[in-house]
């Protein structure tokens, strides 16, 4: 049997880990929780980065997206001229409204694909997850996008009732599939996604020409290039190369839909990855802090031992700091093992709603490298003075014992003089007042836990807000419906007869392009009814905006990307075809979250933009009880191309995004609660050595353990009350931080903490404050007084 | 003094320790009783059990075997609420660190201890029999050891308890502050007679008391009356 013997010093330590078991579980606990976040960030990075780099290049995605209005496939050669093109598909690309054989009358929109058969393998491949291939499948039949066909249960053999070129056509489902082009699957200018009413349907290309009268015809071009990074020059000579007109959208990968979506994600983990640990990572150095001068402190006689037998000051800091090496490299190994399942746990939540052909989580050697950084500067930032201190006190100092606690008479003294403060309470303001610094980080360390638990719980009120906010304060109508180009006026009157509707209104909107000298974005441009009731734009105090005649109204983002200021005159491009331009004033600003919107009257937007008065969308109020009813009626009507109802959309999205939420919001409060536990305990344990004498004095003069305990209990619930209002203020401002972060130009939260995320992150942090007071008061009860009582001050 | 009732009676009390799995028996059979007024001396060298006694008698410890009455009760059967209230109520303790809260005054120190009792000496008459009177808003760090102690003496007293306590009160001082402070308790005795027992290794201090009592491997070895009782002020060692 192989003896181990261990150095004296070894075995020390291993006691003094020993004795401070609860407070270094508390900051292993709390370095776990930073690193496991900022570990499971960088892995997620990786993994999404990774996945989406190598679905891209497997499955050719294409670098540009060009919408064009419908040409001759022979036309798509001459965009060969451009130089360094590496591939061209043209192809067809229809929205159809269509629903499922068997299922409820859903109004369910499908963006149709078509590739001609010599250009299918080019770019943008289909993978097919399940049935038959694009070469195998036969007529009348389609691929279904896999995000979709998994919300609807959708299988092969399946039947889909599609309104095609007028006429109703049934398709058989004949497999599941996926494209980079839709990883991540949304309508366009839908603002969020609704996989149970949206899908991506490949049918072949004759079947589907033939249906909508364009066989031989093209209106979508994907491109690649060997000189992505030109951009700007190649959209010119892509456009100059087509004929006049032809093009509508030329869109360069950071414009297209899917991916910006899923750039905009990893980037918003990036900022996971930094604001969290640093909180985290703050207050376990805090609590380092505080572990160490407690040691320090029960410390001199054997630092004094040490250093007078001649243990170099190298030697006895290194003692010292191995203390902390262990406390954060258990913290840094917890926290990675945690980070590392997490990886994991979100990398499945990630993967319902970007659709990879897999998702193997990455492990990510430079992930773990930051996280033995952080938690080594944690480490360093908490400890580093003590040991320093530890190292260097001269050995005669260190003999003698640390003078006793000297207390002041403070201006606090002379108001209390007027009160009757009671001998406890003195006890408690003074110690407070006794060590301002270590009471000032404790109420840091109790407030940065409540401002964590608000900056994870302020996002489902904000995001509620928002769907307030763009479901029901600007967008009141229960149903949209989109129309044929050439509907009558007579229609708004036709619609207006249905059973249960209370209100309809006329609508435009088309995808534009404004431009402000070189800056330009490409917008959703609204034209709204003068008396609009249904849609209605509102200003930042929510008072409706009536758009002044001869204008647009800019949203704030716009504005401020644009560079532009009220007044000032915007150039206006449908991206119809029209090709036509107009310089409109920007007289009103609006606010909005989702996406880039801009809007026109109704009379303006016909007067510049149409040649006639037909109507091409139209709003409708419906009696509640008879939504069903009017969205099976319009799902019959020819001229009606798509039909959106609103209730459905937001419990889609309700529905996926709560699963989600939930998750997160159980680890926030988890890793918020170990940041309150671990704060006040360890508060709560180093006011317990520097008291206990009193606190024994106080039970052999009579006082019962509860009423002597009152003296720590106390002193943290003032801590906690101090802590509360300033734990809600640096919540309010890690939520502004964290949406400064997050929000994006086409998606934004607003900064909105709602009393109720107030208050249940303040009562989380008092129940860790009463967890770890009756830790405490416990040990009070086993307090050894005689001992205490008769140990030299 | 002679005819007082007994305040303590110790039956055969034994008290063993259980450290690290190593039994040490501090008492072995102890059997004393101790008169209401009496002020008794236990002297002893380190390791005597004399502390070990004085702890049972305040009701800090509970013995391990033996019967400890405090007048008609069985102190050793009182349970943990029990023993507070009998700190509370009847004992006064001072200890030879002084064990003054730091973060109170001389007077709020005092006023910790009067604060749990009904009718205690008000706080700034107990500093007064004890001359700290003029000294009573400094707080101990501001004060000296001897200073310390009469703070201590006068917040014992002040709760008017039946006994006082004290665990080797001048094994910190000089001499000549340990003669004060002994003048104190001596004085205190006179004023309001409460039973004191002190505890020390200095057999000098015996001389103060009515009765002495050596203790030697946890055992009383010699009980002794004083017949020639001297003021503190006249001791010397």
């Not at chain 1, 249940?760 to 007071?773: E, F, G, K, P, R």
Request: hydrophobic residues 45%; charged residues 20%.
């Amino acid at each position: 049997m192989v003896k181990i013997i261990l150095k004296p010093l070894t075995i020390k330590l291993g006691r003094d880990l020993w004795n401070q078991r609860f407070q270094c579980l508390a900051i292993v606990a709390i370095v776990a929780c930073g690193i496991s976040s900022l570990f499971t960030s960088r892995c997620l990075i990786t993994t999404l980065k990774t996945a989406m780099e190598q679905y891209y290049t497997n499955e050719r995605f294409p670098d540009f997206f060009v919408k064009t209005v419908p040409l001759s496939l022979q036309q798509a050669s001459r965009v060969e001229k451009v130089p360094s093109l590496s591939g061209i598909q043209p192809r067809l690309v229809v929205d159809a409204s269509f629903s499922l054989s068997g299922q409820s009358h859903d109004p369910l929109i499908a963006k149709m694909v078509a590739v001609p058969k010599v250009h299918e393998e080019t770019l943008n491949c289909v993978v097919v997850r399940q049935g038959m291939s694009l070469s195998e499948m036969t007529s009348n039949q389609v691929l279904v996008s896999g995000v979709f066909a998994e919300a609807r249960k959708v299988k092969i053999g399946d039947e889909l009732q599609v309104m095609l070129g007028g006429k109703q056509v049934s398709l058989e489902v004949a497999g599941i599939a996926i494209a980079p082009e839709f990883l991540f699957q949304m309508r366009d200018g839908a603002g969020v996604p609704d996989n149970q009413r949206y899908a991506i349907l490949w049918m072949r290309y004759d079947d589907l020409a033939s249906a909508v009268s364009m066989s031989g015809y093209f209106n979508s071009l994907l491109l690649a290039t060997r000189t992505p990074d030109r951009s700007e020059l190649i959209k010119d000579q892509i456009t100059q190369s087509l004929p006049t007109d032809a093009v509508l959208v030329v869109e360069n990968r950071s414009e297209q839909i899917s991916h910006r979506y899923t750039t905009n994600a990893i980037d918003q983990l990036y900022s996971i990855a930094i604001m969290p640990p640093v909180i985290f990572l703050s207050v376990a150095a805090f609590l380092i802090y505080i572990a160490m001068s407690r040691l320090i402190k029960t410390e001199r006689q054997n630092i004094a031992i040490l250093r007078s037998f001649g243990y170099s000051i190298f030697e006895t800091g290194q003692h010292y700091a191995l203390f902390i090496v262990i406390v954060v490299a258990s913290g840094c190994l917890v926290g990675t093992v945690v980070g590392w399942i997490l990886a994991h746990q979100a990398t499945a939540v990630y993967a319902s709603v970007y659709r990879f052909p897999s998702l193997p989580v990455q492990f990510d050697p430079w992930a773990l490298g930051y996280s033995i950084a952080a938690a080594a500067a944690a480490g360093l930032l908490g400890g580093g003075l003590s040991v320093w201190k530890a190292a260097t006190l001269a050995p005669a100092i260190a003999l003698r014992p640390e003078p006793p606690a000297s207390y002041r008479a403070t201006w606090i003294d002379r108001v209390a003089s007027w009160i009757n403060l009671g001998s406890l309470n003195r006890m408690i303001v003074r110690g407070i007042l006794r060590w301002p610094v270590r009471t000032g980080l404790g109420i840091l360390g109790i407030a940065l836990g409540i401002g964590s638990m608000v900056m994870g719980g302020y996002t489902q009120g904000a995001i509620q807000y928002v769907i307030d906010f763009e479901f029901f304060l600007t967008r009141r109508y229960d149903i949209m419906v989109q129309m044929k180009e050439g509907t009558s006026e007579s229609a708004i009157g036709e619609l207006l007869r249905l059973p249960g509707v209370l209100a309809c209104e006329a609508f435009e909107s088309e995808a534009c392009k404004i431009t402000v000298g070189d800056r330009q974005r490409t917008v959703i441009l609204y034209g709204l009814q003068d008396d609009a009731q249904l849609v209605c734009p509102v200003d930042d105090d929510l008072k409706p905006v009536s758009i002044p005649p001869q204008s647009v109204a800019l949203t704030a983002e716009l504005f401020e990307a644009l560079q532009v200021s009220l007044g000032d005159s915007v150039e206006v491009e449908l991206l119809n075809g029209s090709n036509k331009i107009v310089n409109i004033p920007a007289r009103a600003q609006v606010s909005d979250y989702a996406g880039l919107n801009a809007y026109l009257s109704l009379n303006d937007f016909r007067k510049w933009f149409r040649n006639d008065k037909s109507v091409r969308g139209a709003c409708l109020q419906v009696q509640t009880d008879h939504i069903d009813t009017v969205t099976r009626m319009l799902n019959q009507r020819p001229k009606i191309v798509a039909v959106t109802v609103k209730s459905k959309a937001i419990e889609n999205f309700l529905e996926t995004d709560s699963k989600n939420i939930l998750l997160f919001r159980f680890f926030n409060m988890l890793f918020s609660s170990v940041i309150g536990i671990g704060a006040v305990y360890s508060i709560a344990s180093i006011s317990l050595f520097e008291r206990q004498r009193d606190l024994a004095l106080m039970r052999v003069l009579g006082y019962s353990a509860n009423e002597t305990g009152r003296v720590l209990v106390g002193e943290l619930i003032v801590m906690m009350v101090l802590a509360i209002p300033v734990g809600c203020l640096s919540g309010y401002l890690f939520a502004c931080l964290a949406t400064w972060m997050l929000n994006t130009e086409t998606q934004r939260i607003p900064i909105l903490v709602q009393p109720d995320v107030y208050i249940a992150s303040s009562l989380v942090s008092c129940v860790s404050c009463a967890i770890s007071a009756f830790i405490i008061l416990r040990r009070v009860h086993f307090l050894d007084c005689i001992a205490l009582l008769k140990s030299k001050e | 003094m002679p005819n007082a009732p007994d305040l303590y009676q110790l039956q055969n009390v034994s008290k063993v320790f259980h450290l690290d799995g190593v039994d040490v028996q501090a008492l072995r059979g102890i059997d004393l009783s101790i008169r209401e007024g009496e002020f008794i001396v236990l002297l002893g060298a380190s390791g005597s059990g004399k502390s070990t006694l004085l702890n049972l008698l305040g009701g800090l410890d509970r013995p391990s075997g033996g019967m400890i009455h405090y007048g008609q009760k069985m102190l050793s059967t009182f349970d943990d609420a029990q023993l507070t209230r009998f700190r509370r109520e009847e004992l006064g303790f001072v200890f030879q660190s002084y064990n003054l809260a730091s973060s109170l005054t001389a007077i709020e120190n005092v006023r910790l201890a009067t604060e749990i009792v009904v009718d205690p000496i008000p706080a700034k008459e107990a500093l007064e029999m004890v001359g700290m009177l003029d000294r009573m808003n400094h707080f101990p760090s501001q004060l000296s050891g001897g200073e310390q102690q009469r703070v201590a003496i006068a917040r014992a007293i002040a709760k008017r308890p039946k006994v006082l306590l004290c665990d080797e009160p001048t094994g910190a001082l000089d001499v000549g502050t340990g003669v004060r402070v002994l003048s104190v308790i001596q004085e205190i005795h006179q004023r309001i007679r409460p039973t004191i027992v002190i505890i020390s290794h200095n057999a000098v201090i015996g001389e103060i008391a009515d009765r002495v009592c050596y203790m030697s491997d946890g055992k009383i070895i010699r009980d002794e009356s004083n017949t020639q009782r001297r003021l503190a002020s006249e001791l010397q060692w």
